[in-house]
Structures are given as C-alpha cells and as structure tokens.
C-alpha cells in the first residue's frame, strides 16, 4: 500500500506533534511492507532529515508549508493529497480537509472542543470566535463521519466519539499512546528538595489558575516548594504568567534536552487538568521514576491506573492535600515510584505503530 500521513505537527510544541513523530519514527522500524508519503512543513522536514534520508526507499517527504485551521488548508491539502494517488491517508488529528477524496484513517485525540467549549481559550473577538467555533464542528463532524476507521488513544476518549457522533463502535479503535523508549529510567540525582513540575500547555482546560491556588497553601505549610511550568509560550502561557504569585517558574517552550533535565529535577509530577483525551506527560514522569499525582478528568485513571494518588480537580483544597502528602511521606513517594515504573512499562511506540499499521492494512 502507498500511505501518506498529514505530518505537518511534527516539530510542534504539543501531543499532536509528538504523536506524529512517534508513530512515523516507529512505522519506520516495523512496517517493512508499506510505503509512506509524509506531507510535512520545513520544520518538521528538518527534524526528520536524518530519518528520511535512512529511510528514503520507503518514506517520501511532500512539502505542504500550510497552517492548520485555515482556509488554505481546506483550499490546498486536498490537491496535495489527492494528486499522490495514495491508497489511504492518515490523519492524526480531526482537521481533516472538506474536499479530501482519499480514503482516510482519522485519529481523535479528544473532545475538549465539545467538552470544554470556551472563549478563554481563544484570543479571537465573539464573532469570530463563533465563526471559527461553527467551522471546527463541521470539519470534525465530517471527518468523523467520512474516515474508514478512526483511532482513540484510550477507551474513555472511544465513549466520548460513540456517544457524540452517534456512530457504530466497531468504527472505533483504541491504540494508547507510549512512552519514549529513549527516556531515562533512573532520575539523574539533581532533584530539587520541594520542585513540583508539570509539563504541557495552558489552555484553560489544562486547571493551572486552580493548581496555582493550590500551590499557595502547599507552600503554607513547605515554604520551599516550587511549581515548575513547562509549555508551549503562547499568550495562554502568558496570560498564567501574569496570573502567578511567589514559588512560580515558567519554562517556555523547552527544548527536548532542556524538558530531560526539568524531568529530572523535579521532585514530584502533577497534572491537575479538568478532562484529558490519554495523558502521555505523567506517564514519561513516571517513566523517569518521578511520583505523579493526578485528577481524576477524562482518560486519566484509566491510563495512570493505581500508579498515582488522585484529586478532586474542581477542588483546590483536596489538590493541595495530596501534593503535599506526595512530597511529604516517604513510603507513599516509594510506592507511588515502584507502581509508576511498572504502569509506563504497558506503553510502547512501537506496540502502537503496529496496532496502526493493522488498522491499515484491515481496511
């Protein structure tokens, strides 16, 4: 089969990003049988340089040098893609071209445009929130309705597509995410006493303005602890800045070797979100051998499993109750660890390339 994959995220701040990357980087290593046609934007070119030139006899980059979310997205991808005559194309995220004629396999990440509508997360005025509001339900509800298969990273995000779009749930697959098989599995020894790390973006849903008020009464009671933020710098990111009181770093848009040495500072790992499609960073935190503690929003109990303690994420008291017990007791921090070490273990890239690569080839 000839099979093109809309890469454009690659070398973006974000999961969608680094989920293209992952799965293309895997299918490189396991799908011997396929060839790829990447559609990618120079950044994203640069960073696989190396990779396609190893893999030139099956993986052919395409130069598609357009924004998502844009009318020339949905006025150019689709003669860019349809002229490569491919058999399927994958898309790993819901913007997916109205005139796209290729069979497509669509990947759903999560509904927080349905879940969690919400004019703090844009920048734009009311009408034109609206406007764009109305356009990005009807790109994904067409998407979701032309694409032959379509991927969820977790079984709570599958419920969320089923009940949403009314479609059959044979029409849903779950493949999870993995982690990194590259990340360290011992924490380097540079962890700071009181450090508290999250890593991701800050749009509204993400609940930081609540872990920031939780922060203030962790710090009641252990004056030295800090929150370290690390993000993608965009103006939600400094909007949180301007938000922030005392024991608040920010991190803006970490380099890869500059997010290894934050993740092995860092003392404990929290992701306070309202609702989340999987949850890859407290997973890699638990990777490097960091106690998380979590909410219970969307996908993540599912996936942390018993390996994190667990907080009310509408409640700022609760969060600041659990992240103080996680710095604080000692045999807690060393379960939270052995647990943690074990559930990172279930997720590999490379299990879900493959699981991918069958969902191809099925259709």
């Known amino acids: 089969m000839r099979i093109g994959i809309d890469a454009r995220f690659v070398g973006t701040p974000g999961g969608i990003g680094r989920y293209t990357e992952e799965l293309v980087r895997h299918l490189g290593e396991t799908d011997t049988e396929n060839s790829y046609v990447l559609f990618l934007r120079p950044l994203g070119s640069r960073r696989l340089a190396r990779f396609l030139s190893e893999n030139s006899q099956r993986f052919r980059p395409v130069i598609a040098d357009i924004r998502w979310y844009t009318i020339a997205e949905q006025l150019r991808m689709p003669r860019i893609i349809d002229r ?3 058999d399927l194309v994958h898309f790993p995220h819901w913007n997916v071209p109205l005139g796209v004629r ?3 396999v669509l990947t759903v990440h999560d509904l927080i445009l349905f879940d969690h509508p919400s004019r703090r997360a844009s920048t734009l005025g009311p009408l034109r929130y609206a406007v764009k509001s109305f356009g990005h339900r009807l790109v994904i509800g067409s998407a979701v309705r032309r694409a032959r298969k379509i991927i969820a ?3 709570y995000t599958k419920r969320r597509i089923i009940g949403r779009f009314h479609i059959s749930k044979e029409k849903v697959v779950v493949i999870p995410e993995g982690v990194s098989e590259g990340s360290p599995s011992i924490n380097s020894g540079t962890t700071k006493a009181n450090r ?4 991701g973006n800050a749009y509204p849903h993400k609940n930081l303005e609540r872990l920031l008020e939780a922060l203030a009464e962790v710090r009641k009671k252990i004056p030295d602890a ?3 933020i690390a993000g993608n710098d965009d103006c939600f990111f400094k909007r949180l800045k301007r938000m922030s009181g005392a024991g608040v770093r920010f991190v803006g848009s970490p380099s890869d070797e500059e997010l290894e040495d934050l993740y092995a500072s860092a003392r404990l790992f929290v992701i306070p979100s309202l609702v989340e499609g999987f949850g890859l960073t407290p997973l890699e935190a638990m990777a490097r051998r960091i106690p998380v503690v979590s909410s219970r929003g969307g ?4 996936v942390l499993g018993e390996a994190a303690e667990y907080f009310d994420p509408e409640r700022a008291d609760e969060m600041a109750r659990v992240i103080l017990e996680a710095l604080s007791v000692e045999s807690l921090r060393r379960e939270l660890i052995t647990r943690g070490r074990e559930q990172a273990s279930r997720y ?6 493959i ?3 069958n969902v191809y080839q099925n259709l």
Not at 348 to 353: D, G, I, L, Q, V
């Open 84 to 86: 490569e005559r491919l």
């Open 196 to 199: 508290i790390l999250y890593v």
């Open 299 to 302: 996908a993540l109990p599912e």
């Open 153 to 155: 990273p977790s079984e």
């Open 102 to 104: 290729t069979p497509f």
């Open 348 to 353: 590999s890239w490379r299990t879900a390339a």
């Open 355 to 357: 699981a991918t690569r």
């Open 226 to 228: 800090e929150l370290v």
